[in-house]
Every structure is written in C-alpha cells, then in structure tokens.
C-alpha cells in the first residue's frame, strides 16, 4: 500500500474516532473525511473537533464546508496565479518565443 494511501487510513481513522468519542454516528465520520479528500484538511478538522468539541452534527458539518472553502478558494488563486505566469510570458516573449 502506498504512504500516502496509508497517511489518508490513519488521518480518516482519527477523524472518525474523534466524531465517535464526541456522539456522533461512524457514517458521519466517514461522510466527512470522504468530502474534505485529503489528510491535511482531515487534520485541520480533527484540530477543529478536540478544540471545540462541537455538540451538533450541523457544527461539524459547517466547520467541514469552511474547510471545503478554504481549500476550494486555495485552487482558485493558484490556478488564477498560473494563468497570471503564463499571461506574462507572453506579453514579456510573444507567441512564438515562450521559456
């Protein structure tokens, strides 16, 4: 299995141990880390969890759209930041006489 196959394992499985030990169903757990995708926004929802320690499924589900946001919105610039680049370098060395 592959580190990053097993990194996601063990962050979703916190994640979801978290959402137990706080009284929430597993489905729930698995929805979320599901939908945030990634280890990294698993660990900032996991910080959200132990230091807040949300009393509804509706806390939990807001802080996981926030997060969903936030990376979503991250996407956005680097894309509009890549664009930018290549805007520049054509108008820095034409069409024709690209890097």
């Given amino acids: 299995m ?3 196959r097993k990194q996601w394992l063990a962050a ?7 959402i137990i030990k706080l009284g929430f169903p597993e489905e ?7 939908q945030l995708g990634s280890p990294k926004a698993m660990e900032r929802m996991q910080s ?6 949300p009393k509804s499924a509706e806390l939990i589900v807001d802080e ?5 946001s936030d990376i979503d919105a991250w996407h956005a610039k680097k894309e509009a930041e890549r664009a930018n680049a290549s805007y520049n370098d054509i108008l820095n060395y034409g069409l024709g006489e690209r890097k």
């Fill in 64 to 68: 996981m759209l926030a997060i969903c």
């Fill in 12 to 18: 979703r499985d916190e994640l979801v141990g978290t």
């Fill in 48 to 53: 959200y969890l132990v230091n807040v320690k």
């Fill in 28 to 34: 729930l757990g698995d929805s979320i880390a599901r």
């Fill in 2 to 4: 592959a580190d990053s």
